[in-house]
């Protein structure tokens, strides 16, 4: 078994500011996302990463940078928030090779924007 | 354009009932698909996955995939309110490394 912890579990910032969210995993698996989900509606893929150094755009990609230095972790930066914005932003990890198998997500960082 | 497709949006079912939810991806690229469940505040945990034609069956879950007109189905049966969720549809494919997920259907089971 093993565990992914996102941080903060809640972070609320300014219009314009940047803000970094934290994942780590001790899966060992080798490939982690960054996902958003609004609203408690579905998932949109901002970054993946398919081991360490690697980072790949996912359909959301505009407005976050993410950097993966580490096997185990995995940032996610929101490089200007946008006034009002609310959000979850889920992280996840799988196995190499990951089309076929099971992803396990963390717990959310929860994300408002004054 | 949304490439996986859930319906309804939400439903109602009463304890004891069969809920039905539908999924249909237009990438025919996917091998796989997947559903997640997600209690509110919670994060989504696999409930069950499906790659083969046919029917799969864990407890009172059964799930259903059409491959060659990309459709899956997940059926509750015996539905209870600890299975009001939202229920997240995704697909994969081979070579690929992500998932695409539906905008899910809210399932509400009333005592």
């Known amino acids: 078994g093993g565990i992914i912890t996102q941080t903060p579990k809640f972070l609320i910032g300014q219009e314009g500011q940047k803000l970094t969210l934290k994942c780590q995993q001790n899966?060992?698996?080798?490939?982690m996302y960054w996902y958003r989900q609004d609203s408690g509606k579905g998932l949109r893929l901002i970054y993946y990463?398919?081991?360490?150094?690697?980072?790949q755009k996912g359909d959301l990609s505009e407005g976050y940078d993410a950097s993966r230095e580490k096997k185990s972790s995995f940032s996610l930066t929101v490089t200007s928030a946008q006034k009002n914005e609310m959000a979850v932003f889920l992280c996840a990890s799988t196995r190499t090779g990951g089309s076929s198998y099971e992803q396990y997500f963390g717990p959310g960082t929860r994300l408002t924007v004054l | 354009q949304q490439k996986v497709q859930q319906s309804p949006e939400s439903l109602i079912v009463p304890e004891g009932g069969m809920a039905s939810l539908n999924c249909t991806s237009s990438d025919r690229n996917v091998d796989y698909f997947w559903w997640y469940r997600q209690h509110s505040g919670k994060s989504p945990k696999m409930l069950m996955s499906i790659f083969s034609n046919g029917e799969k069956e864990e407890g009172r879950f059964t799930v259903h995939l059409n491959k060659a007109s990309l459709h899956t189905s997940l059926h509750i049966r015996d539905s209870q309110p600890s299975d009001s969720a939202l229920y997240l549809c995704a697909a994969s494919g081979s070579g690929y490394n992500k998932l695409t997920f539906g905008k899910g259907t809210v399932l509400l089971v009333s005592p």
């Open positions: 899966f060992n698996h080798d490939t």
């Open positions: 990463s398919i081991t360490e150094n690697d980072l």
